[in-house]
């Protein structure tokens, strides 16, 4: 009997000993989102290959791969049900001023039904975006900008993963390759490129691929990547970011800063909405109220800091609450002008009801830009046709889009005449560039994105709600693995938001000081209370779990 009793004591002390008091509930099972191989070859691989660093840390790992519209809604629309996603942000040409990146996706202002979609809340963090706003002083902004950076690598919001070299194609016998623009940070495929490209030969009709679906069509809904490529043709803004980075006058004929707070913007003369009534002043006004209104959560940041809107002729004054040294480039430069005859009667009646202007969809879309929407067949292609009564009116007949959600699909399209621009290769880049050296007709080009890949932390969520946490999971992985097993070097590892593209702006100290390893991620982990038992990844202390199992 005693030796029974001896025997029962020591398993008690032995699992006394291999479950510490100290111990937390083990961490549930933890899901990663990803759009699917077939589409978007590098992110599934580098999820993959997170998921197995993750999995040598003690967490049981799902990547879950489903659709681009069904992830984004359940990303967008459902932001308590997640755990972690696969995300970008694209290279678009007003985000060369860090100002959107930096206030738009992390300020808590944004959280609820904004950008912030992750639930980032730091005050500390919010004040510095804040200053960095309404900071004229370059010098100074800039102190900011690089102070901003330095918070979120310590609380790693976002796991960055890399900012990609984007790359293009075109068929130079069907377009002069001298007219083709490579933006700065955003390459080949923006605006400047669709506006001025030339044809070759008979051939006008320019043919771009897209590997992900439209989801929407909308002036006040900044919805994906390329949905923006149609926005931006569909509908002008009152200033356009140039070729080099630097804002423009577009439908203004000028703008003017009569003061800290002030600008005065001249509308230009003779423009017309694409159903033949004119563009006025009021219609510029209209644009940014309604961009200030809570029907268009996604542009209300841009929006916010406006005071007045006043018009005298045909100039539009904006009157600022305070100085903001990114308004011309992030508000005058992103909100797309609306028709205030079409969009006032859609706005008062979405008033009264719980959708806002994101999910609405004109049916035949108006706006004054240099292309026209004509048609639209879902999964398939979105058709727009020159505005040859534009100011900047394209050389090009139509603007084509096909949906290929297929790389290889879409480099045999190139190859064959099917699409004469790759606006998107999710596959290889080698083997573009192989496939050019074979054909000899087709220019490839590879730019370093402003935009970059990586993995969200539903911050809502235990145990993505500790900066720690976050922390070691963003530190178990070598970026480096990323650039040449997923991108097969075609990207830069980051640790930033400010893409290198920007040089004036991007902190190159938070990249080099970054130190990532399994020995680096389990220290964290240890140094904040978290314990592995039996292989298995537990909470500090006597924490909980909170969140039911999927």
């Known amino acids: ?300 940041p841009f929006a916010t800091n406006i005071d007045s809107i006043t018009t005298n002729g045909d100039v539009i004054t904006f009157k600022l609450k305070k100085p903001a040294a990114s308004f011309v480039t992030s508000s005058l430069a992103k909100v797309n002008l609306i028709p205030k005859h079409i969009w006032e009667p859609i706005l008062k009646d979405l008033a009264t009801k719980p959708e806002t202007a994101e999910s609405y969809q004109e049916q035949m879309p108006i706006g004054s830009g240099p292309f026209k929407f004509a048609s639209w067949a879902k999964n398939e292609s979105v058709t727009l046709a020159a505005n040859k009564d534009h100011f900047a009116a394209p050389k090009v007949d139509r603007w084509i889009l096909r949906i290929v959600p297929n790389a290889e699909a879409a480099l045999g399209m190139l190859r064959s005449g099917e699409i004469n621009f790759m606006g998107e290769f999710t596959g290889d880049p080698q083997v573009l560039i192989d496939a050019a050296k074979k054909d000899g007709d087709l220019e490839v080009v590879s730019t370093v994105d402003m935009g970059f890949r990586y993995i969200a932390f539903n911050e809502r969520r235990a145990p993505f709600n500790d900066p720690a946490f976050r922390r070691a999971l963003s530190e178990a992985v070598d970026r480096q693995l990323i650039v040449k097993a997923a991108y097969r070097g075609f990207a830069v590892a980051s640790n930033s938001i400010v893409s290198p593209a920007l040089e004036y702006w991007h902190d190159k100290s938070v990249v080099d000081s970054f130190k990532a390893g399994q020995a680096v991620a389990a220290k964290t982990l240890k140094d904040a209370g978290y314990t592995l038992e039996g292989g298995k990844l537990h909470y500090p202390g006597d924490t909980k779990e909170t969140v039911a199992a999927k």
Not at 208 to 216: E, P, V
């Open 1 to 300: 009997m005693k030796s029974v009793l001896r025997n029962a004591f020591a398993a008690l002390v032995v699992a006394a000993v291999a479950l510490p008091a100290w111990a937390g509930d083990p961490i549930r099972k933890i899901t990663i989102l990803s759009r699917p191989q077939a589409g978007q070859q590098a992110e599934f691989q580098s999820v993959q290959l997170i998921a197995q660093e993750w999995r040598k840390l003690g967490l049981d790992v799902e990547v879950r791969a489903i659709p681009w519209e069904q992830m984004s809604d359940e990303v967008w629309y459902k932001r308590d049900s997640w755990d972690s996603t696969a995300w970008q942000m694209v290279g678009r040409p007003e985000r060369s001023d860090p100002d959107e990146l930096i206030f738009n996706l992390f300020h808590s202002s944004t959280a609820k039904d904004g950008y912030n979609f992750a639930g980032y809340l730091n005050k500390d963090y919010d004040a510095t975006a804040e200053a960095q706003r309404g900071e004229i002083d370059p010098a100074k902004r800039k102190a900011l900008v690089f102070k901003a950076q330095e918070i979120l690598s310590k609380d790693q919001p976002y796991m960055m993963l890399v900012h990609p070299k984007s790359t293009f194609a075109f068929d130079k016998t069907v377009w002069k390759p001298e007219s083709v623009v490579n933006q700065s940070g955003i390459g080949i495929r923006n605006t400047w490129t669709f506006l001025g490209i030339e044809p070759a030969g008979a051939k006008k009709d320019l043919i771009i691929n897209s590997s992900d679906n439209i989801k929407a069509i909308n002036p006040l809904y900044i919805s994906g990547s390329v949905d923006s490529w149609i926005t931006e043709l569909v509908w002008d803004r009152l200033l356009r970011v140039g070729p080099d980075g630097l804002p423009k006058a577009w439908a203004a004929e000028s703008f003017t800063w009569k003061d800290g707070t002030t600008v005065d913007v001249k509308l230009k003369s003779g423009m017309k909405w694409h159903d033949g009534k004119p563009v006025t002043p009021e219609d510029v006004k209209f644009s940014f109220e309604a961009a200030v209104g809570g029907e268009a959560p996604m542009y209300k």
